[in-house]
């Protein structure tokens, strides 16, 4: 069965360090999602991203974050100055088409930020 | 008012019970309805997905969206250990581009 593939499964990194988060969706998907998980909360919207544009972000999502899709695979989540309060799960998520409600998600990336 | 309740448990109950579990929401333009299961430290697994009013059912699962309400349910039969996880309801209205809107999750686990 095709699965969304995120790496690393966890990266730890010193507050107002980069990192950037990496994602494979499912090939022939149209739709891309961020979602983030702190322990213990709801899974939170970030991101969505549609024909190389971001289609929709939460309240989140503001100018530290930013989504790339570089080489029509990959598609990354980059933070620019990590905060503690970006440690969390963060999912990757995709759907194959706009009338598919069913999307798949990845194993996650746990970040820690210290 | 939150936009999606759902009671986060613990929920625990033997072997080969039905379970059922719910979520209340307050968005009436919440079109589309699924169920997701967690295991710890993973990537929610689609188990149920569902347009508008009705019911849905595959294999012991059997999902029920009431708009009227503003309810839905997941009832598992025949429950199995393996079935320990945390249960999440997740929604979206077609204007939202397909954002979904989780609750909080509810845990459960089935006793041999």
């Known amino acids: 069965e095709p699965e969304v593939t995120q790496t690393p499964s966890h990266q730890v990194t010193q507050m107002g360090q980069e990192v950037i988060l990496r994602c494979v969706p499912i090939s022939n998907h149209l739709y891309f999602y961020w979602y983030r998980q702190i322990l213990g909360q709801k899974v939170e919207f970030l991101v969505s991203f549609y024909n190389n544009e971001i289609s929709e972000k939460s309240e989140i999502f503001d100018d530290q974050f930013s989504v790339e899709r570089p080489d029509g695979s990959n598609f990354t989540l980059k933070i620019r100055s990590t905060k503690l309060e970006d440690s969390a799960m963060y999912f990757c998520?995709?759907?194959?088409?706009?009338?598919?409600?069913?999307?798949?998600f990845g194993s996650g990336t746990r970040l820690t930020v210290v | 008012q939150k936009e999606v309740e759902q009671d986060p448990g613990p929920l625990s109950v033997p072997e080969g019970a039905i379970v059922s579990l719910n979520c209340t929401y307050s968005?009436?333009?919440?079109?589309?309805f699924m169920w997701y299961r967690q295991y710890s430290r993973k990537g929610p697994e689609l188990l149920m997905y569902t347009y508008s009013s009705g019911n849905k059912e595959d294999g012991r699962f059997t999902a029920q969206v009431d708009k009227s309400s503003k309810y839905i349910s997941l009832f598992i039969r025949d429950s199995q250990p393996s079935d320990s996880a945390t249960y999440l309801c997740?929604?979206?209205?077609?204007?939202?581009?397909?954002?979904?809107?989780f609750g909080q999750g509810t845990e459960l686990s089935v006793k041999p």
């Open positions: 968005n009436s333009a919440f079109q589309y």
């Open positions: 997740a929604m979206s209205a077609y204007n939202q581009g397909g954002k979904l809107i």
């Open positions: 998520a995709s759907r194959p088409d706009s009338a598919n409600y069913g999307y798949t």
